[in-house]
């Protein structure tokens, strides 16, 4: 895929991450770009093809528009934006009196998005990535990698769609209408993958992030799980039974966190516990 050369004077920046930052265009406001960091080139480009191939299966998630370059060489991803929208993290900081609705609602979206069944030729087994990030990880030992892989083998296999990233800011509103974005590791498998992030985001993380990255503070965050987990799970179980099965799935989002970290990350170990014993 051939990258389309652009100048940056056209864009104003509007936020940043991880891997690299976004821009709103100048004079268009339905064109938004996502620019990686120098010396990412692959990445961008696999993201860019794997977003058009979730797009064309009807997922709904912003159409991507092109792949393109800069004059300083860095690369990116061109989306057409959602005009008027709001993630459901900073709806929930502005009006944390709704957290409980905005829960349910994000809940409803995530129960269809893994309900949704795949061609598992096209996309990644999550199971096979979270071997990988195991793999490659420093931090852990070779008897602790070993009970690790075998507790992701044990867990039941699903050809169901997994977002890859579940923070709920990664889920949009604007009306009646709800998108995912950020879907560059999106992939299929066992939902509990999935859902573990959204546990990290409101009980493992400590105050200091919540707010940084969800605008809100953690006894809010907690709000948004408690109205989540049942929405997801149903009414029946109990949160304590929700948060003991989810609790090693969550866990081991510490793979993808000391993946963009470089650095072990102990309160987020903490819930592998009773796999590492």
């Known amino acids: 895929m051939e990258a389309i050369k652009i100048t940056l004077n056209d864009y104003i920046l509007s936020g940043g991450g991880a891997n690299g930052e976004s821009y709103d265009h100048k004079t268009d406001p339905s064109v938004m770009l996502k620019l990686y960091f120098p010396g990412k080139i692959q990445q961008p480009l696999d993201e860019m093809k794997l977003a058009r191939k979730v797009y064309d299966m009807g997922i709904s998630t912003p159409e991507p ?15 057409h934006r959602i005009l008027g929208k709001k993630s459901y993290s900073r709806a929930t900081g502005d009006h944390p009196e709704m957290a409980r609705q905005y829960a349910e609602e994000f809940a409803k979206m995530c129960l269809q998005l893994h309900a949704t069944h795949i061609d598992t030729t096209q996309f990644e087994n999550v199971k096979d990535r979270y071997r990988r990030l195991l793999s490659e990880n420093p931090f852990f030992t070779a008897d602790e990698k070993d009970k690790l892989s075998r507790f992701i083998s044990n867990v039941p296999d699903e050809d169901t769609a997994i977002h890859g990233d579940l923070q709920f800011s990664n889920a949009i509103f604007v009306g009646e209408k709800r998108y995912f974005i950020d879907l560059g590791d999106f992939c299929y498998g066992n939902h509990l993958f999935d859902v573990g992030m959204v546990y990290v985001c409101c009980k493992l993380s400590d105050e200091s992030f919540i707010k940084e990255t969800f605008h809100m503070d953690k006894a809010t965050a907690i709000k948004f799980w408690e109205g989540f987990a049942p929405a997801y799970f149903g009414t029946s179980r109990s949160l304590k039974d929700i948060e003991a099965e989810i609790m090693p799935f969550a866990g081991l989002k ?24």
């Open 65 to 79: 528009g092109d792949y393109v370059v800069t004059e300083d060489g860095r690369y990116g991803i061109r989306f």
């Open 254 to 277: 510490t793979l993808i966190i000391e993946r963009d970290t470089h650095c072990p990350m102990p309160e987020f170990r903490a819930a592998l516990s009773e796999i590492l014993k």
